[in-house]
């Protein structure tokens, strides 16, 4: 009877171990998953790190590593876990498709087909999969096979704009400019704010010479798309040619400074302060494109140019005896470099230039090219075209596609969707400080302040909403942190002091992401101190973020839905003038589209705090929802003047509509 009574104890505690370890490795999961959500690539690879040591059989923390590494640009590593995935459960067709995708990085097109076309066969309706995969064919230069798939895709789904998009490129590269403009318009008009379209009808237009509608369009693709540095450089190219010479060098100086290392830029940078006579810098310029091409001739012969004139004559005939080394019979190289000979008095060298120019001209005249004539300004040359009669023609992309790829939306493992109009996310206590993307600065709560003096955290508490993603070293840190408050709960055994404890541990749980284990330990810290806002506040925040992805995975919410607005409502009965918690409580019901209760609580918010630029933000896009167009577009004006700059792109959107 005991033997028997001894195996059941043990079989139920092995269980129960086991039990825990799942329960272990869902949280782990689940919180590599909102850190994807959130950009934090680091903080997801050490969670995922830890489920693989453990349970390396499972597929999913292989697949959101995968995703971690390929988004920091890792993307060999990205690879080797994708394999690892798919070999684990090769029936996911989101697996095969992040591996495409990843492979489209690595240039490898043959296989990103072949994985998009494993998608499509597990799941044949996702739209997202049709257009990358014609878009991979696009890039392996198979343009028949690539028409074939847009039209299905046009046939099937006609809002799709990027395939038109990448049809009319199809065309472009054809050099069939007719067909490509024909299709452009049917782009422009399934998508008239799509700003990759205007910049293809910018580039059409400067192959046509069509300066001012060139301008015109690049003009359009920016307003519809800044981030896009070429299209600064089309358009500075475009404004040569109008002569409007001041605002193309805007153009090329935004460019740089968007992408400073940049070769175009810098190198038609450098033509046009040598057409200004800005010698100095355009050295400069030239210098630069040096230093990432040392080789590089046309820019070589250009600066030899500009140290010539600048009476460094020593280092110009560095630089042209370089160019001359590769091209013998480039006549003009060696005359400039004999002038340079003279003007330091070394006769004979100068003569032995000039005799090889004399001797060509006795089998063929040749005529001296006249620099930075009107003619002249209007030609370009291709990026890898080295031919040095050239070295004074603006620099173009040999070939360059710029439609982007289709970023399809799905749910159930990786949340990477593209909304373009998405509230503000909540405020919460962190380790990370607040910034807005333009404005960082500290956020003020006297109850924080109070936490922060008497309790002397390890870290210093702040109000966050948009945290930056955590750095390597801090992410080590906070682990770290987390182990160190463990230990000191363990050793104390004072209450008040345990609770300090563990709304900081709270707080670390919460910045990495693990918002269950920071809701036990805020549990356990509200069964000590019933009456701490700071406490109700997080806990309300943690239980609306597992809320939202749960409501995402399909997992019942209406509990956790409850018991979020509770704690906001308890913490406001003990501080109605935090504006932050109104605001939170806005989103509560802004999740659930409950607007006329969000827009309540935005406005108490915003009456507590005027400066409050996300609440505008959300207050606007709440009034939008509720058809208060014009009250919503002033909100995010005030959105905006107080520096978030997304509400611009907002007001244009819902301006046009209105």
Known sequence: MFKRLLIFVVIFVFAGSNSFAQYNTDRLLQSGELALENNDYVVAIQHCNNVISNKPYLYKPWFYRGIAKKSLGDYVGAEEDFNEAVRLNP?????????????????????AINDYTKALSLNPDEKGYWFNRAWARFQSKDVKQTRLDLEYIIKRWPDLSNSYGLMTETYINANDTASASRWLERTLRVNPYDGNSWSILGRLNLQRKNWRKADEAFSKAIHYSPKVVNNYTYR???????????????????????????????????????????????????????????????????????LDKTGSYRSAIADYTRVINKFPNFWSGLLSRAKCYRRLG?????????????????????GVQQRWSRAKLRQVRKLSDIDVEKYDQWVVQDSEVTTPEYKNEYRGYVQNREVTTKFMPMFILSYQKYTNGINDYQLIDKDVEAFNSKVNPVHTVYITCRPDAISETDTKDYFTTIQELTDKVKMTNDMKAASQILLQRAVAYSTIYNYEEAINDLNDYLSIDS??????????????????????????????????????KKAIGIDKDNAYLYYDLANVYSSTKDYKNAIINYDMSIELNSRLAEAYYNRGIAKIFVSDVRGGLKDLSKAGELGIYDAYALMKKYSVEK
């Open 91 to 111: 029936y996911v067709h989101e697996l095969f498709a992040e591996r495409a995708g990843n492979r489209l990085n690595l240039r490898r097109y043959s296989d």
């Open 236 to 306: 500075a190219m475009a404004r040569v040619n109008l002569n409007r010479l001041r605002y193309a060098m805007e153009d090329y100086d935004k460019a740089i400074d968007m992408d400073p290392n940049n070769f175009i830029s810098h190198y038609n940078r450098g033509l046009l302060r040598q057409t200004l006579g800005d010698d100095n810098r355009a050295i400069q310029d030239f210098s630069f494109v040096l230093r990432l091409e040392p080789n590089n001739l046309l820019a070589l012969y250009n600066r030899a140019i500009l």
């Open 346 to 366: 070394m006769t004979a060298k100068a003569e032995l230039d000039e005799f090889r120019v004399f001797k060509a001209q006795m089998n063929k005249h040749i």
């Open 531 to 568: 009456v701490s806002e700071l406490a109700y506040w997080q806990r309300a925040v943690c239980l609306s973020l597992v809320r939202n992805y749960d409501s995402q995975n399909n997992s019942g919410t209406n509990m956790t839905l409850a018991k979020s607005i509770n704690d906001f």
